[in-house]
């Protein structure tokens, strides 16, 4: 079963030899899977769709709750086969758009957007349920660890207490997990689409 956030605070305690909880806190491991989720994000986000009726429209004004990283698509769901639909997604303060280039929308069709959305786990900022994959249960965790050491080993508030040496050891303890951590999501990162910001008007 995916991991609660209880879950991996246990192992990430476990790989920094903390158990107990006596050099970090709950709190420092949460930040730490922060991290961790914030790169897995770039790499393997979650696949999503929304649907919603035509306006009539070229544009389309998504709600203030449509939380996504990218528009992968867009597509006229019919009776059959859906058709693909070139056009542009902006983001401003006000929340997602989504423009068609070519035609506009009859009223009353509906459309699908898919979209790349945050990674979640259950318990961690309210989330309900986790939508990490099990095959990457250990990668979150890997990467957190060695967030968690790194944030220790150059806290100036901990070096004050930190030897030398110990401090040397916890920050290539830390190297060694974040380097794994950026090793394994380079070995499964995924092709998505490139922010509408970054492409040409008219490229989809």
């Given at each position: 079963?995916?991991?609660?956030?209880?879950?991996?605070?246990?192992?990430?305690?476990?790989?920094?030899?903390?158990?107990?909880l006596?050099r970090?806190?709950?709190?420092?491991?949460?930040?730490?899977?922060?991290?961790?989720?914030?790169?897995?994000?770039?790499?393997?986000?979650?696949?999503?769709?929304?649907?919603?009726?035509?306006t009539?429209?070229?544009?389309?004004?998504?709600?203030?709750?449509?939380?996504?990283l990218?528009?992968?698509?867009?597509?006229?769901?019919?009776?059959?086969?859906?058709?693909?639909?070139?056009?542009?997604?902006?983001?401003?303060?006000?929340?997602?758009?989504?423009?068609?280039?070519?035609?506009?929308?009859?009223?009353?069709?509906?459309i699908?957007?898919?979209?790349?959305?945050?990674?979640?786990?259950?318990?961690?900022?309210?989330?309900?349920?986790?939508?990490?994959p099990?095959?990457?249960?250990?990668?979150?965790?890997?990467?957190?660890?060695?967030?968690?050491?790194?944030?220790?080993?150059?806290?100036?508030?901990?070096?004050?207490?930190?030897?030398?040496?110990?401090?040397?050891?916890?920050?290539?303890?830390?190297?060694?997990?974040?380097?794994?951590?950026?090793?394994r999501?380079?070995?499964?990162?995924?092709?998505?689409?490139?922010?509408?910001?970054?492409?040409?008007?008219?490229?989809?």
């Amino acid at each position: 079963m995916p991991l609660t956030i209880a879950q991996y605070r246990d192992r990430i305690a476990l790989m920094l030899d903390d158990t107990s909880l006596t050099r970090y806190t709950a709190n420092q491991l949460d930040m730490a899977v922060r991290q961790a989720l914030t790169e897995f994000d770039a790499h393997l986000p979650v696949k999503r769709t929304y649907i919603i009726d035509s306006t009539g429209t070229r544009a389309i004004t998504l709600p203030a709750d449509f939380a996504a990283l990218n528009v992968r698509s867009v597509e006229l769901d019919t009776t059959t086969d859906p058709i693909p639909l070139k056009f542009r997604a902006d983001y401003t303060d006000e929340g997602w758009e989504i423009t068609t280039i070519d035609q506009v929308i009859p009223l009353g069709n509906t459309i699908t957007i898919t979209y790349s959305a945050q990674n979640t786990i259950d318990g961690l900022d309210s989330a309900a349920g986790t939508t990490i994959p099990l095959a990457h249960t250990e990668t979150i965790a890997i990467g957190a660890t060695g967030f968690a050491a790194r944030s220790r080993a150059v806290s100036r508030a901990e070096s004050i207490n930190l030897q030398p040496s110990v401090q040397k050891q916890l920050s290539d303890m830390a190297n060694s997990y974040i380097m794994s951590f950026y090793q394994r999501l380079a070995q499964n990162r995924e092709s998505i689409p490139a922010a509408n910001w970054d492409m040409p008007e008219g490229t989809f």
